[in-house]
């Protein structure tokens, strides 16, 4: 399934999963931990979402914040709130930034002095890993009604794989042959599978 970026997809937000709240930036806002009663009015979905991306690994993010910028969304949002994995019980580290379409940006006065700030954390994120991506397009709901003709497009980023090592160095591997054995004379950076972009208005994977 395929849609197209304009003034219908109203909303397309970034959420990351960290296993590690130490890599979470300190200028994202703090919000409390999801209760269990959130969990479950989060997963009790009236209108149920289409998938547009299936789980993909090794995806690069380096050029869809600029992209998607491009495309008329501006960053109105970004926040961090701490989720209970229900099949596991193990915390996860919730970032969530939120771009909006140039026609409905409503910014508050608060998110302005620290826009450039998370612009550029949300920058580092991008291009400092890999992850896993999948996407959804949802239905559109405002003071809890659905708004016929409008949605909210998700990209949903797990399992962060960093390019670099603490020090700045990149993170090295061998490369193997189909036998499993080493081939070349020294171990490569590693390399994104795959690139998460936008051509003609289309996110897409290329």
Known sequence: MQTTLGPSVRIVAFQFSFSNPDVVPDCIKRLPAETPIEAVARKTVPVPG???????????????????????YELVDA?????IDQKTGKTYH??????????YVNLSPEFKVVRDRIRLALNEICVQAMWRTRSFLNPFFKDGERVGGQYAMSLNFEVRKPLFLPDGQPVVMWQ????????GTAPLPLQAKFS???????????
């Open 50 to 72: 289409q998938a547009l991306i299936q789980p993909t690994e090794d995806v690069s993010l380096a050029e869809i914040p600029g992209m998607l910028e491009q495309t008329e």
């Open 79 to 83: 926040f961090y709130k701490p989720r």
């Open 94 to 103: 919730m970032v969530r930034f939120v771009f909006s379409h140039r026609d």
């Open 176 to 183: 193997k042959d189909a036998q499993g054995k080493r081939v």
């Open 196 to 206: 998460l972009a936008i051509e003609d208005r289309v996110v897409t994977l290329k």
